[in-house]
Every structure is written in C-alpha cells, then in structure tokens.
C-alpha cells in the first residue's frame, strides 16, 4: 500500500492541475473552436454552420487592418529590437566600467507590465502633453511629432514603446550568449589578422545562432498576444487603425456581442503562433546527432 | 642595425602587472632563428601572460618586445609577423575546416588560388585533406589541433607561439602530436616559443628550455643542461620525474679534502665531494642541500672510478614499469626514490643494497637554495 503510494504520489499531486489545464485550456480551445463554427451571437448557439464565421471575418476590412498591423507591428518589434538587443550586448561587451548597474538599467523595463509601458508612452507621445510640447516650449514651435493621433503612423508608436520594453530583455540574452563565446577564439582571431568588428560579424554573431532563435520566439510570441499595450497606448485608435487581431477578438466578444466572430479570430490567432511554435518545439525536440 | 638583431624574438626587461599582482618581473629573452624555446613551470606562474604580451595580446607593463628586429612592444598582434595556437584549439565553431585554415589569409588579402595552394599544402603535411569540410564540432581532440596547426602554418609566420597545445589530449595522442610538432619543427626550420606546464613534454621538444617560477625566469638553458646543472632547488625539483632526491648535509674539509657530512638513522656518513666544482670556494661547516636523481641511486655497481657510496636502505614502496623498478627508500625520517634493474629482487622491509654514484650531484645552499 504505501509502497504504491510512494510510486504514485507524484502522478497524484500533478493529477489536479494536469485535470484542470486540459479542461481549462484545451476545453476552451475546443469548445471555442467549435463556436466559431456557428452563427453565435451574444450568447453562444451549438447549432453547426460551417465555415460562415471565417468568410464574414475576411471580408471585414477592420480584420484586414488588425492582420496587416499584426505584420508590421510584429516584423518590426522583432526586427528592430533584435538588432537593438545586438548592438548593446555588443557594446557592452567591451566590458567596459558599471557594466552591472548598465545592464539592469536596460533589463528593468522588462519587469514592468505593458499596461504601465503603454500608459507612460501615451503620455510621452501625447502631442500636448509630451516630447512636442516640450521641445515647442523650447523655442521650435513649428516641431511636430503627432504620430499617436496619426492613423497612418500610429502603428509605430506601438513599435516604439514595445521595443523599449523588450530591448533591454533581447540585449541580456545576446550578452550571455557572448560571455560563453570562448575567448581564446576571439584571441586566435585577433592574431589571424581579423579586425575587431569582422571578428565579431564573421566569428561571434554567427556562432549565436541559438540565442537568435530564442529571441525571436520570445518576441514573436509578445508580439502576437500584444493586447494590454494596444489597449494602454492606444487604445486601438485612432478609429481602429491601431487595432491587432488580440483587440479585434476584444471588441467582438465583449462590446459588439458577435461571440462567432470573436472565436473565429481567436482561431486564426492560434493558428499564426502554431504555425510558428510547432517548427520551433520540432527542431528543438528532435533527438541531436552530434 | 640588422646584423646585430638575428634574435628572431627579444625581450627585455619585461614586467606586467594587474592592478597591485606582479605577475611577470623584469623578463629578459633571446632566441635565434630555427629555436624552439619551451616555457615550463608550475600553473599560474605567468607563462600565458608572457606568451599574450609577445603576441600582443596583453600590453606589457614597461620593458620591450622585439621581433625579428623590430620593436613590437605597441604593435597589433596582426601585424607582428606571428601565429599562435592555443590549448582549447580555438578554431572557428561556424567555419568548415578548410575556412578555418583560409579565412585569415582572405582576410589579409590574398587571392583564391593562394588560399587554395597553401590549404593543399599544409592538409596535406597535417595528413587533414579529409577533413576539410567539416565542421570543428565534428572533429577529434586530435585533429581539432592539427587544423589549429594549419591555421597557423598558412600564416608563414617568424613565429611560431603555442600554448598548451597539448593539455587537452589524451596521453597517447599527447606523444604522438609532440613528436608531430616536432617533426615540423625541423622540416619547416620554424622559430617557436612553446608553453607547458609538463617538464617531459618540454624536455622531449626544446632546444632551449625557459623555468618560470612566480613571474621570473628561474634557468634559461639546453634542456641537458637545465637537467644536469639545476640553477636552484626548484628548478632541480621541477624537471625530472620521479624528482631529484634532496638530503641535508653539512660540508666538511679536512685538509685538501672536501667531504659532505650526512645524518640519518643516528649515524654520519660522509661522502665525497672533492670531484664537485664549488664555484667560489666553500667553507668548512656550510649547510647544504645535496641533490641525487633517481637514476644514481641503484644496486648496480657503477664503474670504480666514479666517487660513490653503498647504503643498505629499507625499501617503503616499489613500482614495476617493465624496463626498471621505482623504488622508495627509507633515509632517516625522509625517504629517497632510486631506480633499480627489474631483475634485483626486492621486496619492502627488506634492507637493499643500494649504491649512490655521485659523480652527477647537485650541492645548494640551504639558506639561499641556489646552486654552489
Ligand atoms: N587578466 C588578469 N587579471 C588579473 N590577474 C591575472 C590576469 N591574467 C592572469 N592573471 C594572473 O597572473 C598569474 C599568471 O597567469 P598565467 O600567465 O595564466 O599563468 P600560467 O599560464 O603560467 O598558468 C595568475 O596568478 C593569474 O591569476
Ligand atoms: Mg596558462
């Protein structure tokens, strides 16, 4: 008896949670999407309507905005912030004098929730409050830099405070990355006759593959469940030009009453990350030959 | 100018520090072309810190590098005209092998069908031609240093700089890549400053061995003669293997005679030392150190016209390595290591008649420890 229980306790402690993740999480993925395949409105209907849900969505042309801005907002808060990330892991790898007290400075905004990110750089972009009222107080009253009011330019602002959040984040992860690069290889370049930047294009950044591939995981997946700093920042406006797929599915299921189409969006939302997780876990997963 | 500079590698006067840590003091260096000087000494004693400030690595305190006749005390390390080979190989991880060996001379400008003359050349002397499309990672220990060698052999370098080069391989590879180095060495008629911490690996190579102890050069000379004629009892204690036995005496002189007075067991012996050259004279009643390898303590009986002694000594341990026998020796409260014939029958416990031949001693001074 207690031998038995000593065999199976672990299998009896994670049994709850285990029960619990797979009614809580992929019940719902079930089930909603099962709702997306009806014509549910406020309140869910089991009545099946086939793929109805999906053709209305892609003919709604604020959907189409949401997946552009997801595209543009995603390639370059990965992009930018990647290359950002780089260049300062670079830099500081130089090791250069308060490297420590540098470091946490540019890893703490990392600790703060996108709400407060977005919140503070609504204010720092707002035109009248911000950085172009305070550099017209200085005397440059023609300056103008109104790009959160600017439905064409709004999307940037997104960029903007979303790569001053995770910058620092992709920085830390490159930096150690460098400290394990083996030094004597940096040395043995340095006496082949190999300038310090090549070393470092040709050398260093080359053999961080992995560290690559981790930041654009990462990043990706912000960037797709980028939902509280849209909200924060801008709140999906002007009009809806600031909109991602995460808002969209928001506003329908919970101010437009159409629980159809908000399940058809998360749907196609869950669709985009498995399409980029599932060839991450299979190359990670996959037995190694060497 | 040039006529008197044929050292192809000169340092003088070299100290490097690290904050407050002296770590090399006051290092002066020669070596002519075709050398193969060996730096030894125990593990932290500044030999990759001397190596690093000749390859430019690290900036010397004060004092000056000349290579080749020049002063490269400031110069980059690309432009000092050397290569350099390191213990963890340090090849290129995203390179193939045939990359590794060329990247340096594309770098440095030279035309596709130079890279592809000399790779052809030096993987076929390295015996890698096989090897030249994979990747470092999947390489042996072994062939992970040939391809560092080639690396460095494309260079055509005045100089060759190793360090450790060999600590990271087994011990059979380990002998069979020094007798390789060595072989190269001669072919190519290369000029090389060589780092180990392994006193055989420096014997078997150098023509010049360099001790280091705690950041100075403790002897400089040909490996037979750092052997026979130890400088101070560190040096006699570091090369060598099993170490040179060290026995407290005392110097006595009877008229013309020079004997030195030996303790052990409640008993004095005293043993010849009139053959021993005594550099500036010696007094009656120095305390010495007398130094004996291995090698003179046996049961054979050397030929009458060397000085000797014959002991019975008890032995306390015994090993057996097929060609002669290591044995330990009880002297007093110390013990002696002796090398015997694997014929002579010895078993612990039993006193052994044992003969020390001292034509080939080491007389130190016990208060300084330098040699007499
Ligand atoms: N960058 C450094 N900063 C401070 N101390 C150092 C540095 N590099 C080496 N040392 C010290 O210098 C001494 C000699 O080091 P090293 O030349 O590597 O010894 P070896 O190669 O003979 O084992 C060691 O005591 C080491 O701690
Ligand atoms: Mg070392």
């Known amino acids: ?290 | 100018m040039a006529a008197q500079n044929d050292a192809v590698l000169k340092i003088e006067g070299l100290t490097k520090s690290f904050q407050n840590v002296h770590v090399l003091m006051n290092i002066d260096l020669a070596i002519e072309e075709g050398a193969f000087l060996v730096l030894v000494g125990p593990s932290g004693c500044g030999k990759s810190t001397l190596l690093n400030c000749v390859a430019g690595l690290e900036a010397p305190t004060s004092g000056r590098i000349l290579i080749g006749g020049r002063d490269m005390t400031d110069a980059a390390p690309k432009d000092r005209d050397i290569a350099m080979v390191f213990q963890s190989y340090a090849l290129y991880p995203n390179m193939s092998v045939a990359r590794n060996i060329t990247f340096g001379m594309k770098v440095r400008g030279a035309t596709r069908a130079e890279q592809r003359s000399a790779l052809e050349k030096v993987a076929h002397m390295l015996k890698i031609d096989h090897l030249l499309n994979r990747r470092p990672a999947h390489l042996s220990g072994g062939q992970r240093q040939r391809v560092a060698m080639g690396r460095a052999l494309v260079r055509q370098p005045k100089l060759f700089l190793f360090d450790e080069p060999l600590s990271n391989l087994d011990a059979k590879l380990r002998v069979e890549m020094r007798a390789e180095i060595k072989r190269l060495h001669r072919a190519l008629g290369a000029t090389i400053v060589y780092v180990t911490h392994d006193q055989t690996e420096a014997m078997s190579l150098a023509t010049e061995v360099a001790v280091m102890e705690g950041g100075v050069i403790a002897q400089l000379g040909p490996p037979q003669q750092v052997y026979d004629y130890p400088v101070n009892t560190f040096v006699a204690g570091f090369i060598g293997s099993p170490a040179m036995n060290f026995i407290n005496g005392r110097i006595s002189k009877d008229g013309g005679a020079i004997r030195i007075q030996v303790s052990f067991d409640g008993a004095t012996r005293e043993l010849p030392a009139d053959h021993y050259p005594f550099g500036g004279g010696i007094e009656d009643g120095a305390e010495v150190i007398l130094g004996i390898r291995p090698e003179y303590v046996s049961g054979s009986d050397p030929s009458a016209d060397r000085p000797n002694v014959a002991l019975d000594l008890v032995p306390t341990l015994v090993e057996t390595n097929g060609f002669d026998q290591h044995v330990n020796l009880a002297f007093g409260d110390s013990e002696i290591s002796g090398r015997f014939s694997p014929r002579e029958q010895i078993k612990l416990g039993t006193p052994v008649r044992t003969r020390i031949d001292l034509s080939q001693i080491s007389v130190f001074d016990r208060e300084t420890r330098q040699r007499l």
Not at chain 1, 263 to 271: E, K, L, N, Q, Y
């Open chain 1, 1 to 290: 008896m207690s031998g038995w229980l000593t065999r199976n306790i672990p299998k009896i402690v994670v049994a709850p949670s285990l029960a619990a993740v797979l009614f809580f999480v992929y019940g719902f993925i079930v089930w909603t999407g099962y709702v997306s395949l009806t014509r549910s409105r406020i309140m869910p209907r089991y009545d099946f309507d086939g793929f109805g849900q999906y053709v209305k969505l892609f003919r709604t042309p604020r959907w189409d905005v949401a997946m552009e801005n997801l595209f543009v907002f995603g390639l370059l808060f990965i992009a930018v912030s990647i290359a950002l990330g780089l260049l300062l892991a670079v830099l500081l790898d130089q090791r250069i004098r308060a490297e420590g007290a540098i470091r946490t400075i540019y890893l703490y905004p990392m600790a703060l929730s996108f709400i407060v990110t977005g919140t503070a750089w609504k204010w720092i972009l707002n035109p009248g409050l911000g950085i172009e009222s305070v550099v017209r107080s200085w005397g440059w009253e023609s300056f103008s830099f109104d790009w959160l009011v600017d439905p064409e330019m709004a999307i940037y602002t997104v960029v903007i405070a979303g790569v001053w959040q995770a910058s620092g984040f992709v920085m830390a992860l490159f930096l150690a990355g460098l400290r394990s690069v083996d030094q004597e290889v940096i040395k043995a370049a340095m006496v082949d006759g190999i300038n310090l930047p090549r070393i470092y294009v040709s050398i260093v950044i080359p053999s961080l593959s992995p560290v690559f591939l981790s930041a654009v995981i990462v990043l990706a997946h912000l960037a797709i469940k980028s939902f509280d700093l849209v909200i924060a920042l801008t709140g999906g406006g002007p009009g809806y030009a600031t909109d991602l797929p995460a808002t969209y599915m928001y506003a329908m299921a919970f101010s437009r009453g159409d629980l159809g189409q908000a399940a058809a969006s998360a749907t196609v939302m869950m669709m985009t990350v498995a399409a980029i997780i599932v060839p991450y876990l299979y190359s990670e997963l996959r037995p190694r030959h060497d």
